[in-house]
């Protein structure tokens, strides 16, 4: 739990990078501090030793020549009380104990007083060579420690008259001192240097998390959830830069580049929504393309149908009109010994044979059009000599005929009578898509300089088409006009507006409906007034 909370967490990291760092120093510290503070007290221990060794074999040297046991005793009795924890044993070439610091051990051998093998050797070895070993002796007695230092006493000139020339060496002194309270004292330094150690330690954590929380690990978070909020889509949140060091050029670059990724989605919404026009636009004039594409197809198929047809049943009716004829102009010889209906039949045929045959010429002219003798026409004259010849039409069906055009000239280069044949299909689909009463037909024009044409439009307020009627009203034979018989029957065999999509197409111009059910229709045609070298196909 401890390594995954130090593994997920920066500020962690260092803390305890920075923490094992400081415990190995002030580890080692106090290893060594006690190594060698122990060594050292060791070594001032030997350094006392030897110095008591020096001073004690100074104050016992003149009353061991004169021979004043007393003298000696006092010096010995005065290392005893002064000298806390030191032992001084004074023995000759037998080891045995002469004088000491504890009466009870005097005429003792020393090895009774003296544990420690490797210092009883030493002894042995200096009461022979007459030289004090170079190191001290350590010995554990009653489970305290001991440090014990060897000195040899020569045979000088003062103690010649007492123990003769012969001998160089006369005994030996040995010294032990207790080591318990300087190591007390180094333990209780040890003890010291850990309290001191675990304080400094906590006084050093604590720093230090307080500068990792404030220089680090808070920025680090700052930075962190900046860039979760930025992940999450955020792009305008920016983070206060809490410094001027390396983690505060990293919230200003870390800013900088979601203002970059700001205006990059922004590029890119862009461009998507500038493709996705492009893509709408493409595919209306693609679709708009292929309905021409399928127009022109059912026109040209149906233009070889028309033609076939009107070739095959024009000769009949010419010969069937021919005889009808002939027959009325006899028709006062024969009434007389005939039926009296007898020429009002033959009327009939002969009206209805001339209906057939204008049938015949609008199939001819739709299946083979002249090619447009395009010359230079005033739309305005165009229209006002279209609604002359439907003015009686207009009178008849109380037509209220609303009328704007401009009082400039908008001359367009085209072929005037297919034009004037095409506003007059108009005019008369938007009479008869009038109710009894009340209707209205709206002529307007206007220059369109942006597309260097002009544009006239034709509405009225009558039954209007609904979208099925919308998509079929320009394909042959479609009409929803009610036919009714007679004479007087207009020809509605759904030409007329076919007729008007194939002349506007031939001028290179544009043909648009807007119409609703109950709220009439608004046809307008655009032409080019320079339409081109060549028609469309």
């Not at 860039?227 to 670059?253: M, N, W, Y």
């Not at 209205?440 to 942006?450: N, T």
């Amino acid at each position: 739990m401890t390594i995954d909370l130090i593994r997920k967490s920066l500020g962690n990291k260092i803390l305890a990078t920075v923490t094992l760092g400081i415990l190995l120093i002030m580890g080692l510290e106090i290893i060594f501090r006690i190594y060698f503070g122990t060594k050292d007290r060791i070594e001032q221990m030997e350094i006392l030793s030897g110095d008591l060794a020096a001073s004690t074999y100074s104050g016992i040297k003149h009353p061991m020549s004169v021979g004043d046991s007393d003298a000696v005793e006092r010096v010995l009795a005065d290392v005893r009380l002064k000298m806390d924890g030191m032992e001084v044993f004074i023995c000759d070439t037998d080891q045995q104990i002469i004088w000491s610091t504890h009466e009870g051990k005097i005429h003792t051998p020393i090895a009774d007083s003296i544990s420690s093998p490797a210092a009883l050797a030493g002894l042995q070895e200096t009461l022979h060579s007459g030289q004090a070993p170079l190191t001290s002796y350590e010995e554990k007695l009653e489970n305290r420690q001991y440090l014990i230092n060897v000195q040899a006493i020569l045979n000088e000139r003062d103690c010649v008259h007492c123990h003769g020339a012969s001998k160089k060496i006369i005994g030996g002194m040995v010294i032990r001192a207790n080591m318990e309270r300087p190591l007390e004292k180094v333990a209780a330094a040890m003890k010291r240097s850990l309290f001191i150690m675990i304080f400094g330690l906590s006084a050093i954590f604590l720093l230090i998390y307080a500068l990792v929380e404030r220089f680090i690990r808070r920025p680090v978070a700052s930075l962190s959830q900046g860039v979760k909020r930025v992940t999450d889509g955020e792009l305008d949140f920016e983070i206060q830069p809490g410094s001027s060091d390396e983690i505060g050029d990293l919230a200003k670059s870390f800013n900088q580049m979601t203002k970059e990724l700001k205006n990059a989605r922004q590029e890119i919404n862009t461009w998507t929504d500038t493709l996705e026009d492009m893509v709408e636009e493409r595919t209306v004039q693609l679709k708009q393309a292929m309905d021409g594409i399928i127009q022109s197809e059912k026109m040209a198929s149906l233009g070889r149908l028309a033609a076939i047809v009107a070739h095959e049943i024009n000769n009949p009716l010419a010969g069937i009109r021919t005889y009808a004829k002939l027959l009325l102009k006899k028709g006062d010889e024969i009434a007389a010994s005939t039926d009296p209906r007898f020429v009002q039949y033959l009327q009939t045929i002969e009206s209805e044979s001339a209906r057939c045959g204008e049938i015949i010429r609008n199939l001819l002219q739709f299946a083979r059009p002249d090619k447009p003798q395009f010359t230079r026409q005033d739309t305005n004259t165009l229209i006002q000599e279209c609604l002359r010849l439907i003015q009686h039409k207009i009178n008849l069906q109380n037509i209220e005929l609303q009328l704007a055009l401009p009082d400039e000239s908008m001359a367009v280069n085209c072929d005037g009578q297919k034009i004037k044949q095409a506003l007059l299909a108009l005019l008369l689909n938007a009479c008869d898509a009038l109710e009894p009463e009340g209707g209205v037909v709206e002529v307007r024009s206007r220059s369109i300089p942006e597309k260097q044409g002009v544009e006239i439009s034709i509405r009225d307020n009558g039954i209007g088409m609904n979208e099925e009627t919308r998509a079929h009203m320009f394909e042959p034979f479609f009409t929803t006009k009610i036919k009714t018989p007679g004479p007087d029957a207009g020809v509605n065999i759904g030409l007329g507006l076919t007729v008007v999509y194939e002349i506007i197409k031939a001028h290179r111009g544009e043909i648009t409906v807007h119409s609703e059910p109950d709220e009439g229709s608004t046809i307008t045609i655009f032409l080019h007034r320079e339409p081109g070298p060549s028609p469309l196909p």
